[in-house]
């Protein structure tokens, strides 16, 4: 019997692995409220593939998954985070600026799920989203 990869589990839950082009390209923003439809089935995408992959491996810490991940080329993400938390849409997300101060903590990704590593964030960010009807929403 042969160990399957658990790269190779995520891949058949549909994330995209590491080495797809699709992760180094800029994703497609959408046009809101023109494309609100798109962006709902992106959003509901992203929602089953949490799903599915939820319940082959829990996430304790909470999960996030941008739309390239599951083979979208489309500006839209979303974040579980843990506990009873609402879940966050960002729809166009966009970083505007960021700290000096980092805090690093072990991380993984669902697209490079082999590997895991000391990541340095920001400890405060500022992010431009859109909202459903097109208006831009700063968050800090």
Known sequence: MTDVRP????????VVQQGAAILTE????????????????VVDELFAAMDRIG?????AK????????????????VVRPP???PSIILLNPRMTDGCDKTDE?????LSFFDVRGLVP????????TATRTGETVTTE
Do not use: N
């Open 7 to 14: 790269s190779q589990r995520m891949r058949d839950l549909g």
């Open 26 to 41: 800029a994703a497609r923003a959408f046009d809101l409220p023109a494309e609100l439809d798109e962006a709902e089935h």
């Open 55 to 59: 319940q082959v491996h829990p996430f």
């Open 62 to 77: 909470g999960m996030g998954l941008a739309a390239p991940q599951i083979g979208i080329s489309r500006a839209a993400a």
């Open 83 to 85: 506990g009873d938390a």
């Open 105 to 109: 903590h072990y991380e993984g990704c």
């Open 121 to 128: 964030r920001p400890v405060k960010i500022t992010v431009e």
